[in-house]
Each structure stands twice: as C-alpha cells, then as structure tokens.
C-alpha cells in the first residue's frame, strides 16, 4: 500500500485535533460493506458498480457506527468498482401501426383521431410498452370535421306503377310505386329502407287500366302425369302419385294453365293411392348341404338335407340370420339314401365336401355349387379320396347348388383413400391403429357414391394392422433447465474474466408440474456448458486501503 502524502497527514490531524478528543482514546476508519450500488447500464459494454462503505469509531476498542459524513471530512474513501450487466442490449422501438383509434366526434369543428403506436424488439415482436424507452409518440389527424345536420325521411314517387287491382272489368285500376328517402338541412337526399318512412302517411296517386271486357271462365283439374312410381317397395307407407294442374277450358281450342286457386278446392290437383303394402321380407329355412350318411354301407345309409334360417328379400337376395328368428317355421325334413353298398368290400362314393365354388356371375343373381369328391369308403368306416372319378360312377355324381348374390352390376369397391383409426393405447406394447376404408358405389356413368359397407362385403378384405405409441408408460421424465441470469463474473478486470449460466435438473411430470431435484438426477443428460466473457477492461491504477491512522477526530 502507497503512504497517503504529508498534508494529507496534516490535514486530517489538523480536523481530528479540532474535534477535542484525546488522541490516544479514538480513531476512525472506513470498512468494506458485503454490497455494491446497482450498476449503471441494464447491458451493454460499459455497466459498473462502486463498492459501499461504512464509518467505524473505535473508542478504546469499542466500534460504533457512525455518520458518513464524520469520515467523509477525514478520508474520502477508496474508489473501488466492478463490471456488471456486460451483456448485448435488445433494442426496443416505437413502431407505428396501421390503424387509428375511433373519431372523438361524428361531426361538429373537433372531431380528433389518434395513431396507434406500440412497442416491438429487434425481432419485430410486440412487447409491453414498458420495455421502450422515452414517451410513446403521438400523432394525431382531423376526423368528421363537418356540420351536424338535422334528418328526416319522405315518401317520393317514382316514374313506375304497380299492377292493376283486377284482371277485367272498368273498375281496375293502379298505383304508383313510391320510395322511402332521407333528407338532411344540407339539402342531401338518399334512398333508405321502406321501413324507415312506416309510420308516415302515405298519398295515394291513382290511374284507371285499361278496359278488358271480363267472362265467365270455367276452370277443371286437367291429369298431366300419370300414376308415379311406389314411394317404397314394400312395408307400410308406400305412395303413387297422380299429377293434376288447373286450367282455363272456357274456350277449348286454347286451354291455358292458371294458379291452382281457380279450381275447386275440395277435389284435389294431385290424387294417392297406396302400394306395395307388403312386407319388405321373409324369415324362410334354405336348404344348404346334406348332413353325414347315417352309415358307411349297407342298406339302411340315410342323409338328411340342412337348412340355415334365413331373411329372403323382395328382390330375391337371402341373408343368414339366427336360427332362433325361424322358430315359427317348421323345419323340412328331407331325406335320401346314401351309402347302400355291401359292408363286405370296399366302395367307391360320392362325397359333398364343405368348399363351394365361386358365383357362377360378378355381379347379379347365381349359383354356387358345391365341392363333391369320389371317396373310398372302407370296412372299418374310414374313407380315402380316390383320383379317379371313374370308381363312383355306379351312381349319378350329384349336384348341390345355392343361390347367390353378387349385387347390382353396377360395381363397388373399397376406397383407394383411407384413415387410421385412434390408437388403442397411449402407451406399452400393445397400442395398434387399424387401417378405415369406406365402400363406394361405381354407377355406370363414372359417378362414385360412399355407400354402406355391406356391398363390398365379398370383396378381399384389404384392412391392415400397425403398432403405435409403443413406448414405456412413464408419469414424469428428467430434464435440466438454465437459469435466466448469468452467473457474477470470475474476474474483476483482465483478459481473463468469464460467466455462465447454471442450470438445475427438474422432474417433469405429465401433467405439467415441475419439481427440482438433485443434480445428479441429469447425470445422464447432455447440456451446453457455454461461457460468455465479462470485465474485460484494463486492470489500471486504483485506491487501495492502508492502515488506519493513530488518532480519531472524536
């Protein structure tokens, strides 16, 4: 440390000696608080603090805190200071928008409106207005600088008129149309709404139409289409209708069509009838294969024919349906010999298998016939199918057919679009999503129509299968998270000097909540560990504090 001058010495003695104190029992001195004064810049390259301070007196080994001001006439104290806030500035600007607030006025000599102003950064984000610095401009612009006016509305005729009261007669006549108008004292006239002048009393202006000598017509409901097609096929609400029209047949060589207000009401213009009042659908047993031959030979083989239950539409078409909805029916019983050969050799059978052909059509009504087979029927009832059809024909080689549908010829198919349906679990190993087409009807003409998916029920199933979410299911995940600030800088002044941010690991749950944690806990979770540098600025001369002196003012 550099001893204070001499007349320093002298001029501090000289003001200790003043205050009347033995200079044996006090002394003075100034002492490092644990605080600095808030820096000067918020950013930038030039923000510094100055260290604080505290007046101590020692009297015979006692400290007391004192006034500033008592040191103050002693010793100044030392200059010490700091870098702070050494970090690039974000500028923020007044920016003008496009808008104006409303007009103060609608009208009279001071109608006002005022520019909107607001406040972005350097990346054109707005921000609170508090962020820019200095006044918010203003800019103002005259509005609705015109005299307040008086309104009232009139009727106003027009060049048109309306149509005659009657058709015929010399009584007919007709009114001129007329239009609503607002005035104003500006002498400034425009065309409103009818509605505007509905309580004011309104002058007829009348002419008499031209005479058309009047007759008696006559008026008869005249058939113009002829019954319609059914409303439905079949059920209870099944409708025809006939179209009738009114026409004027007073003169039969020119009949002309007229409102249906002319003919005689309590006949009317379009006539019902029902139809096809018929049940849409019958519950019926269908044959289907032949059951197992009650023996494999002798002469008591007997087989009897199945049936399925069965809903056989209008149009023919049969769908399966639960045995129990053909309780009511009476199931056939059919039956046939089969198998009648002696047991003492080997023989040679038809046998139906459970396979049937494909629809013998595409599209339309067909049949489908099913797979029959030449079987080896042998002593201990086991049978082996034989290649060579030639061995069975000791009988007929039958024939089982059904029907079946194959729709309009008019085609359908699955969509080329399709959806995924929602995954079935949001998390695990068993998540799938299933691939959703919709089945659409071709018309002859090219048109395409989204249609119930039960007509393309027969088409190859082209549905697929794909996982999803299969991740573990966990309620919370570990993270790390900077703090917003850096941390106080390692060097005072230098080349050397650098901060950074911290950074705290947090458990994050799934419902959005935080909870910081242990360090340790991130152990695993790569983060940038970036420094920035600060106080950078030449270490010059300054005030360092020496011993205190020997004698105190006080």
Not at 38 to 46: A, K, L, S, V
Not at 337 to 348: D, G, L, M, V
Request: glycine share 6%.
């Amino acid at each position: 440390m550099e001893p204070l001058n001499t007349n320093l010495q002298k001029n501090v003695s000289k003001k200790i000696s003043n205050i009347g104190f033995p200079i044996s029992y006090c002394r003075l001195r100034w002492a490092m608080l644990n605080d600095w004064t808030d820096c000067n810049e918020t950013c930038g390259d030039h923000g510094f603090q100055e260290q604080l301070y505290k007046c101590e007196r020692d009297v015979n080994g006692k400290i007391e805190h004192i006034g500033l001001t008592v040191c103050d006439e002693v010793l100044p104290p030392p200059k010490y200071t700091r870098a702070c806030n050494r970090v690039p500035c974000k500028v923020f600007n007044w920016v003008e928008s496009e808008k104006w607030s409303e007009c103060s006025h609608t009208c009279g000599n001071s109608g006002e409106k005022t520019k909107i102003y607001h406040c972005e950064d350097s990346a054109k984000r707005k921000v609170e207005d508090k962020y820019c610095k200095g006044p918010k401009p203003v800019k103002t612009e005259e509005c609705n600088r015109m005299p307040c006016v008086n309104e009232w509305y009139k009727y106003v005729s027009t060049e048109a008129w309306g149509p005659c009261s009657a058709t015929c007669g010399d009584s007919s006549y007709q009114s001129r149309l007329k239009e609503c108008v607002r005035f104003n004292s500006n002498n400034e006239t425009e065309k409103v709404s009818m509605s505007h002048c509905s309580n004011l009393l309104e002058e007829d202006d009348i002419r008499p139409c031209n005479f058309v000598p009047c007759y008696q017509a006559t008026y008869r409901w005249i058939v113009v289409a002829d019954w319609s097609e059914c409303s439905t096929e079949c059920g209870t609400e099944g409708i025809q209708y006939q179209l009738n029209k009114c026409f004027d047949v007073t003169f039969e060589y020119a009949m002309k069509n007229v409102e249906d207000v002319f003919c005689d009401e309590s006949s009317s213009g379009n006539a019902t009838r029902p139809c096809n009042r018929v049940d849409c659908f019958n519950y019926e047993w269908v044959s289907q294969t032949w059951g197992e031959c009650s023996a494999t030979c002798g002469s008591n083989g007997i087989r009897k024919q199945l049936f399925s239950c069965s809903r056989v539409y209008l149009n023919k078409t049969i769908q399966d349906v639960e045995a129990s909805l053909c309780n009511h029916l009476q199931i056939p019983l059919i039956t046939e010999n089969c198998n009648r050969a002696p047991c003492e050799r080997t023989i040679y059978s038809w046998i139906t298998l459970p396979d049937w052909t494909s629809c013998s059509v595409t599209c339309g009504k067909g049949t489908e016939e099913a797979q029959i087979g030449c079987f080896a029927v042998h002593k201990n009832d086991t049978m082996t199918r034989v290649e060579n059809e030639t061995l069975c024909r000791i009988s007929a080689k039958p024939v089982n057919q059904r029907p079946c549908d194959r729709g309009s010829c008019e085609s359908y198919r699955w969509s080329e679009v399709f959806d995924w349906t929602a995954c079935s679990a949001s998390c695990g190993e068993e998540g799938v999503q299933r691939k959703i087409h919709v089945c659409e009807h071709v018309s002859k003409d090219g048109s395409i129509i989204p249609t119930s998916s039960s007509f393309c029920e027969n088409l190859p199933d082209i549905s697929e299968i794909r996982p999803c979410n299969r991740m573990p299911c966990v309620s919370w995940r570990y993270r790390v998270r900077h703090v917003p600030y850096l941390s106080d800088c390692s060097e005072t002044c230098g080349d050397s000097g650098v901060s950074f941010y911290q950074y705290v690991c947090e458990k994050e749950f799934v419902n959005g909540t935080l909870e910081e944690v242990k360090m340790e806990n991130c152990a695993n979770i790569v983060f940038p560990n970036t420094t920035y540098p600060c106080n950078r600025v030449s270490c010059g001369r300054q005030w360092v504090a020496g011993e205190w002196g020997r004698v105190c003012s006080i």
